[in-house]
């Protein structure tokens, strides 16, 4: 890829980001963070939890 077609991809991720107005909502129940896979397909986009280190 070149810097023009990295940007390009890089904006389309902040688009299909911002189109999700549920995944800009902060982490619920003791949660610390949570992650997106923007690779997937649109319909099979899922929230990626880490695990729950208090239960470990």
Same mark, same amino acid.
């Given at each position: 890829?070149? =810097? +023009? !077609?990295? /940007? $390009? +991809?890089? !904006?389309r991720d902040v688009d299909l980001?911002? %189109?999700?107005?549920? /995944?800009?909502? %902060?982490p619920q129940n003791g949660e610390? =963070?949570?992650?997106?896979?923007?690779? +997937?397909?649109e319909a099979r986009v899922a $929230?990626? %939890?880490?695990?729950?280190? $208090?239960? !470990?």
């Amino acid at each position: 890829l070149n =810097m +023009a !077609e990295h /940007w $390009a +991809a890089g !904006e389309r991720d902040v688009d299909l980001s911002m %189109r999700h107005k549920d /995944w800009l909502e %902060r982490p619920q129940n003791g949660e610390t =963070m949570v992650t997106y896979d923007l690779t +997937a397909e649109e319909a099979r986009v899922a $929230a990626q %939890r880490p695990p729950d280190l $208090a239960t !470990e």
